[in-house]
Nanobody
Framework: QVQLVESGGGLVQAGGSLRLSCAAS????????MGWFRQAPGKEREFVAA????????YYADSVKGRFTISRDGAKNTMYLQMNSLKPEDTADYYC????????????????WGHGTQVTVSS
């Protein structure tokens, strides 16, 4: 029953930063793992990052390690993705999702999806 809305996407030059937000409504997300996925034109949706229900454990795709940071704020029922040192290959639609566990999120089996926010990184 949870609804997810992403925001914060936009156009940025290579090397720049963006902070994506995923706001949940309908129910609390405190008991769920959450994650981010992205899909570039003509490509399959890929996993980006995930965070446990408590926020104590995170997991990142190799392509974004050291550049992206996932976090969550239970009081605001919101998840974030801080993206630094952006590259043109990061250009994609970014989606947030919820699931029963971090492992489930990494497998792409989720309970709820947002509708995405577009990130474009220029050279």
């Amino acid at each position: 029953q949870v609804q997810l809305v992403e925001s914060g996407g936009g156009l940025v030059q290579a090397g720049g930063s963006l902070r994506l937000s995923c706001a949940a409504s309908g129910r609390t997300i405190g008991g769920y793992a959450m994650g981010w996925f992205r899909q570039a034109p003509g490509k399959e949706r890929e996993f980006v990052a995930a965070i446990s229900w408590s926020g104590d454990t995170t997991y990142y795709a190799d392509s974004v390690k050291g550049r992206f940071t996932i976090s969550r704020d239970g009081a605001k029922n919101t998840m974030y993705l801080q993206m630094n040192s952006l590259k043109p290959e990061d250009t994609a639609d970014y989606y947030c999702a919820t699931g029963p566990s971090l492992a489930t999120i990494t497998q792409g089996t989720v309970g709820s999806w947002g509708h995405g926010t577009q990130v474009t990184v220029s050279s």
